[in-house]
């Protein structure tokens, strides 16, 4: 299976399914929802087999595989020669060493499932897009290609073209089937995400050139991952103060990290229920495994030196995330500030430099997706019965929605760390990992979990106890129970948490390799 091209399989599944659907007749809505659906959960079938493969199948030998001796391998511990499985290369545009090459190590297989798993349960969650479905299911499809692409390459300028392919399907998404204020939302969007796109493509082109100069003139390996992984060391300080600080810019937008967070709240507020499920759930993540993958193992020096000014801006943002999420009148954006919070603790982990916070903070980024995508179906399922998401008007959900009561519940608790749970494990491994480095930082992102738990409890006791309130009881009848359709698109995400909760060594085996190669990158302890 080593050999199979699997990774492109999944990477163009859902590629193909915007084809087909594009060539479906007019007015068959339901025919294009069955499409769209079954080749996302082909796409999803086709990673959970990577993931088996992956975890009980035999990894080729590194040296060969990289094509360098078994002595290099050994010599360059932690440049990721040894830890990609599924590689597939060829040439794209020779004159310039460009390749379409993809791997993937455990990092990539979880994020992959990730994927795979939020868009097709996106795709079910889309019930109430009736409005140019066609062109909204081709959006999510595509979408969804560039995501999973962004998590498997290994080509540098590979790695941007699907990063900006990500953009446009997005932009459509929330510009055309958003909200009220849909154009402004979706222009401040844009307008972040370019600049972040253009600083990386900066970054790229000039850390290939500083390779090729340096390799008389040839652009062999220029944009190759692996390549400049091993050659990272050369780089000069000068390159890597400019090259790094572009691409942190540009992946510290899409965490997104303070202050560079502002687009995040109206992204959310405006963008459909689906649409704001994949954004939190993947999109954010893309800006964090950029920075795991590329800014900091291709500039270490760089990383080292810029670490503290960004593990203080991680605190701030976990800090200022919760204290502005306390005080939110809109449960959509109560939610949307929460991540911002909550990926604060996923660049701390990143940049102290320890294993059980680099861990901790990927494993945090699977439970950031299945936790807070869960959160986001369930203000879906309230807006679309009430049409409505001020906290101050609702009340009483709890008689009247009891199931639905019942499940935030579950994913408030699961979202406020209740040990047993995957928001847990996450972040206490960034507690532990951090504070042999700054004990005193630890402490103060322990105390902000108490704000955490504050603002989400009083949340869910203002909207589901008590009295049902005078809005509610004047909607009558609409206000029904969670359906079977809403229950099945939250039913994997509660598996998930209840399982990573309690066997959390089913994803951490997978980041064993992928966070001591980041260690030996950047040459810290524990590698």
Do not use: C
């Not at 809505?29 to 199948?57: E, M, Y």
């Not at 990539?108 to 079910?124: A, D, F, P, Q």
């Amino acid at each position: 299976m080593n050999d199979f091209p699997l990774l492109s399989l999944i990477t163009f599944t859902p590629l193909v399914g915007a084809v087909v659907i594009g060539l479906l007749p007019d007015r068959r809505d339901d025919l294009v929802r069955r499409t769209a659906l079954g080749f996302a959960l082909l796409a999803w079938v086709f990673s959970i087999l990577l993931v088996l493969v992956f975890a009980f199948g035999t990894a080729p030998d590194p040296a060969s595989a990289s094509g360098a001796t078994r002595e290099h391998v050994g010599a360059v511990t932690g440049s990721a020669l040894t830890s990609f499985r599924f590689v597939e290369a060829a040439d794209w545009i020779p004159n310039f060493g460009i390749q379409y090459k993809v791997g993937a190590d455990g990092l990539s297989v979880l994020m992959v499932l990730l994927t795979t798993t939020l868009s097709w349960i996106s795709i079910l969650a889309s019930g109430p897009i009736t409005q140019r479905l066609k062109a909204y299911m081709i959006s999510f499809l595509v979408l969804e290609v560039g995501m999973i692409g962004v998590f498997v390459a290994m080509d540098l300028f590979l790695f941007y073209i699907y990063w900006e392919i990500v953009l446009v399907p997005m932009y459509l998404i929330i510009g055309i089937w958003g909200g009220a204020n849909r154009i402004y939302a979706t222009m401040k969007f844009v307008l972040y995400t370019l600049v972040g796109s253009l600083l990386m493509l900066v970054a790229i082109l000039a850390t290939a050139f500083s390779y090729q100069s340096s390799h008389g003139g040839s652009w062999t390996g220029a944009f190759d991952y692996q390549t400049l992984a091993v050659f990272a060391p050369s780089f000069s300080h000068e390159l890597q103060i400019g090259a790094f600080l572009a691409l942190f810019l540009a992946f510290a937008i899409k965490v997104p990290m303070w202050p560079f967070h502002t687009w995040l709240p109206d992204a959310h507020t405006e963008a459909p229920t689906a649409g704001s499920v994949i954004l939190a759930g993947v999109m954010l993540k893309l800006g964090a495994y950029g920075l795991i993958r590329f800014a900091v193992p291709l500039f270490p020096w760089a990383a080292h030196t810029f670490a503290w000014p960004i593990i203080v801006m991680s605190i701030i943002a976990i800090v200022y995330g919760a204290i502005v999420s306390i005080v939110q009148p809109d449960l959509k954006r109560l939610v949307a500030y929460s991540s911002v919070s909550h990926m604060g603790f996923v660049t701390l982990g990143i940049f102290v430099f320890s294993q059980a916070a680099l861990q901790g903070a990927i494993l945090q980024m699977v439970n950031h997706g299945l936790i807070t995508g869960g959160l986001f179906l369930l203000v879906g399922v309230i807006y679309e019965r009430t049409h409505d998401r001020t906290i101050a008007k609702m009340g009483g959900l709890a008689a009247t929605m009891p199931i639905w009561s019942t499940v935030f519940g579950f994913f408030i608790l699961a979202s406020a760390g209740l040990p047993g749970l995957s928001g847990f494990i996450g972040e206490f491994l960034v507690f532990v990992g951090s504070f042999t480095v700054a004990p005193v930082i630890s402490v103060a992102s322990i105390i902000v979990m108490v704000l955490v738990a504050t603002y989400l409890l009083w949340m869910f006791q203002r909207l589901a106890f008590g009295d049902l309130s005078e809005f509610l009881r004047g909607l009558g009848g609409h206000l029904t129970d969670m359906s079977g359709t809403e229950a099945l698109t939250l039913l994997p995400l509660g598996i998930g948490i209840v399982v990573l909760g309690l066997f959390p060594s089913l994803a951490l085996d997978f980041l064993r390799i992928p966070t001591q190669v980041f260690l030996a990158a950047v040459g810290a302890p524990g590698a």
